[in-house]
């Protein structure tokens, strides 16, 4: 079952058009891996592990506007595991019912930052995220 984080929509999110911009829903799909990290990924290990899962794709649809005070539910839960990169697959709802505002698939490599590069997803980290897989996402 997927991780859900609360968004309210607030004014400063909006463009000239009344609707949520498009730049806004990177930082909302931001939030929520955060939120799931922190109660799903053992972020104290992670922060200290001095590895940085950075992200070098996003794949966005928008299906339809969110406006001011909607509430919204991100979903997230890892889709796939490869040796070098993982994929979180993230969906934006309206809070409480199955419309989609917006669909994610964010791909992500383990950095290290002592190496200055990126490093094979294995150990620890790789438990972590299978743990945290969505079997739903595939």
Same mark, same amino acid.
């Given at each position: 079952?997927p991780?859900?984080t609360?968004? &309210?929509?607030? =004014?400063?999110h !909006?463009d000239?058009?009344?609707h $949520?911009n498009?730049? #806004?829903y990177l930082?909302?799909l931001?939030?929520a891996?955060?939120?799931?990290?922190?109660e799903?990924?053992? @972020?104290?290990?992670f922060?200290s592990? =001095?590895?940085?899962?950075?992200? $070098?794709?996003?794949?966005?649809?928008?299906?339809?506007?969110?406006?001011?005070?909607?509430?919204l +539910? %991100?979903s997230? =839960?890892v &889709?796939s595991i490869?040796? #070098?990169s993982?994929?979180?697959? *993230?969906r $934006?709802?309206?809070?409480g019912?199955?419309?989609v %505002?917006?669909?994610a698939?964010?791909?992500?490599?383990?950095f290290?930052? &002592? !190496?200055g #590069?990126?490093?094979e @997803?294995d150990?620890?980290? &790789?438990?972590l995220?299978e +743990?945290?897989?969505? *079997?739903?996402?595939?």
């Open positions: 079952m991780h859900l609360s968004i &309210k929509v607030r =004014g400063y !909006l000239l058009y009344g $949520v498009n730049a #806004r930082e909302f931001e939030e891996r955060w939120t799931f990290f922190e799903h990924g053992d @972020l104290p290990w922060l592990s =001095g590895l940085a899962l950075v992200v $070098v794709n996003i794949n966005i649809d928008y299906r339809r506007p969110a406006l001011m005070n909607e509430e +539910a %991100v997230s =839960g &889709k490869g040796r #070098r993982a994929v979180i697959h *993230q $934006v709802m309206l809070a019912t199955g419309t %505002v917006a669909e698939d964010v791909t992500f490599v383990v290290d930052g &002592k !190496l #590069r990126a490093v @997803l150990g620890r980290l &790789k438990e995220l +743990a945290m897989r969505d *079997q739903d996402a595939d």
